[in-house]
């Protein structure tokens, strides 16, 4: 099993490691193998040694099936004019868009990635607070099914193209039916699941504990039978934020910000508080890796006040290390 830790190719992220090499080290002291990057294409960190390279998340825009579909109803009330629209997605066009992504997609296998991760979910800041959904599951999926059969198309093969479960409309790993219904219709042969344990927990807001989501995931992992088989990869860790969004989640903010960029920031803070990537304390949920046997399991985690990621990973191995026995 390849273990790795998420981190952007970021200049100010990579700043107080004192460049790759360093961090690479303190990457191996905990014996982990890499790191699964991610581009930042405002603050690009060239170099990264391909040998630290354990996987590649690719870009990504939580709110795109109205862009990709041209919708401009949908789009200009959401962004207000298309001088806006440009500024969220640096272009235009549906074709525009492909070509930023076919460039991180060759990102990746330059850097010689094993596995590239893609969100199959759509949601918009509004929806985020009102859980009002603007699309259904399902024409998400096929948004996506289309998306990355374009992308892929003349893609050599050679590495594993994983699809990540979110809690918005789109893929949540809560219904094998459409579960299958996603990975039957990408036309690409090395195609699995990144399993993200914190997103499942969010599908559930009457998870009160780390042990009831290890209780939870482990449901729903069981319930897809022989699809569990497609479970390539993990990112690991746990979100108990049901009680926040019992509390918070309907209506929006009666102050909230007019401007996109300006509600974007504000937003941030609310969907970190559903989504909490928190390490596991809980030794338990080492029957989660057990169970799904996953190819690649990544510590996504995020930096604390008080604690560093590296600190987090360190936390997390160890409760992996305490549930080994």
Same mark, same amino acid.
């Given at each position: 099993?390849?273990? !790795?830790?998420?981190?952007? &190719?970021?200049?100010?992220?990579?700043?107080?490691? +004192?460049?790759?090499?360093?961090?690479?080290?303190?990457?191996?002291?905990?014996? @982990?193998?890499?790191?699964?990057?991610?581009?930042?294409?405002?603050?690009?960190?060239?170099?990264?040694?391909?040998?630290?390279?354990?996987?590649?998340? &690719?870009?990504?825009?939580?709110?795109?099936?109205?862009?990709? %579909?041209?919708?401009?109803?949908? &789009?200009?009330?959401?962004?207000?004019?298309?001088a806006?629209?440009?500024?969220?997605? %640096?272009?235009?066009?549906?074709?525009?868009l492909?070509?930023?992504?076919?460039?991180?997609?060759?990102?990746?296998?330059?850097? +010689?990635?094993?596995?590239?991760?893609?969100?199959?979910?759509?949601? !918009?800041?509004?929806?985020?607070?009102?859980? %009002?959904?603007l699309?259904?599951?399902?024409?998400?999926?096929?948004?996506?099914?289309?998306?990355?059969?374009?992308?892929?198309?003349?893609?050599?093969?050679?590495?594993?193209?994983?699809?990540?479960?979110?809690?918005?409309?789109?893929?949540?790993?809560?219904?094998?039916?459409e579960?299958?219904? @996603?990975?039957?219709?990408?036309?690409?042969?090395?195609?699995?699941?990144?399993?993200?344990?914190?997103?499942?927990?969010?599908?559930?807001?009457?998870?009160?504990?780390?042990?009831?989501?290890?209780?939870y995931?482990?449901?729903?992992?069981?319930k897809?039978?022989?699809?569990?088989?497609?479970? &390539?990869?993990?990112?690991?860790?746990? !979100?108990? !934020?049901?009680?926040?969004?019992?509390?918070?989640?309907?209506?929006?903010?009666?102050?909230?910000?007019?401007?996109?960029f300006?509600?974007?920031? %504000?937003?941030?803070?609310h969907?970190q508080?559903?989504?909490?990537?928190?390490?596991?304390?809980?030794?338990?949920?080492?029957?989660l890796?057990?169970?799904?046997?996953?190819?690649?399991?990544?510590?996504? @985690?995020a930096?604390?006040?008080?604690?560093?990621?590296? +600190?987090?990973?360190?936390?997390? @191995?160890?409760?992996?290390?305490? +549930?080994?026995g």
């Amino acid at each position: 099993m390849i273990q !790795s830790m998420n981190f952007p &190719l970021s200049a100010y992220c990579l700043q107080p490691f +004192g460049g790759w090499e360093a961090l690479a080290a303190r990457v191996r002291a905990l014996g @982990l193998d890499g790191v699964e990057a991610i581009a930042d294409p405002d603050d690009m960190a060239e170099g990264i040694p391909l040998s630290l390279v354990s996987g590649y998340h &690719l870009t990504f825009y939580p709110d795109w099936l109205d862009f990709w %579909r041209q919708d401009e109803k949908a &789009l200009l009330r959401k962004f207000g004019s298309w001088a806006e629209v440009e500024k969220v997605y %640096r272009c235009t066009r549906p074709e525009e868009l492909m070509e930023q992504f076919r460039a991180d997609l060759a990102l990746g296998v330059s850097l +010689g990635a094993p596995y590239m991760v893609f969100h199959v979910a759509d949601v !918009s800041l509004e929806e985020g607070y009102t859980y %009002r959904w603007l699309h259904s599951s399902r024409e998400v999926l096929d948004g996506a099914v289309e998306f990355i059969n374009v992308l892929l198309k003349g893609v050599e093969p050679g590495f594993d193209f994983l699809v990540e479960n979110q809690w918005w409309p789109g893929f949540t790993f809560t219904d094998p039916a459409e579960t299958e219904y @996603l990975l039957s219709r990408i036309d690409y042969p090395r195609v699995g699941i990144m399993l993200d344990t914190g997103h499942l927990m969010n599908t559930e807001w009457r998870i009160r504990s780390q042990k009831d989501g290890i209780a939870y995931i482990r449901r729903m992992v069981e319930k897809h039978g022989d699809l569990r088989r497609s479970i &390539l990869g993990m990112h690991f860790h746990q !979100s108990v !934020s049901g009680a926040y969004c019992r509390k918070t989640v309907g209506e929006m903010p009666p102050d909230f910000p007019t401007e996109y960029f300006a509600a974007f920031a %504000r937003s941030y803070g609310h969907i970190q508080s559903i989504d909490r990537h928190r390490p596991w304390t809980e030794p338990s949920c080492v029957s989660l890796i057990d169970l799904a046997e996953p190819r690649y399991l990544t510590h996504e @985690l995020a930096s604390g006040k008080r604690k560093s990621q590296l +600190g987090l990973v360190a936390e997390q @191995l160890r409760t992996i290390r305490r +549930g080994r026995g």
